[in-house]
């Protein structure tokens, strides 16, 4: 072993985890550089924690809506009265 005193991983530029390894320059949360994100089928949980519903979906929570109503556009309101 000898005297252990340096640091294999290192913070990941894209995920933020301390897994990005040095001398093999890749992450192993993410995959980074890798341009396809790292994931696997047989951790469900690691799936769960980091998919689609997790963060803010700041363009798909606002499609979900527009689905709702057959994504229509460009109409007015009937008046009320």
Same mark, same amino acid.
Do not use: D
């Given at each position: 072993?000898?005297?252990?005193?340096?640091?294999?991983?290192?913070?990941?530029?894209?995920?933020?985890?301390?897994?990005?390894?040095?001398?093999?320059?890749?992450?192993?949360?993410? =995959?980074?550089?890798?341009?396809? /994100?790292?994931? &696997?089928?047989?951790?469900?949980?690691?799936? @769960?924690?980091? *998919? +689609?519903?997790? =963060?803010?979906?700041?363009?798909? /929570?606002?499609? &979900?809506?527009?689905?709702?109503?057959?994504? @229509?556009?460009? *109409? +007015?309101?009937?008046?009320?009265?």
């Amino acid at each position: 072993f000898g005297k252990r005193r340096n640091k294999t991983h290192t913070l990941c530029r894209r995920c933020g985890s301390k897994a990005y390894h040095l001398q093999k320059s890749t992450c192993g949360k993410c =995959g980074y550089p890798a341009k396809r /994100k790292r994931k &696997y089928n047989w951790s469900a949980k690691a799936k @769960r924690r980091n *998919t +689609t519903g997790t =963060g803010r979906m700041r363009h798909l /929570k606002i499609v &979900y809506r527009r689905f709702r109503h057959g994504f @229509r556009e460009g *109409t +007015t309101p009937k008046p009320k009265r």
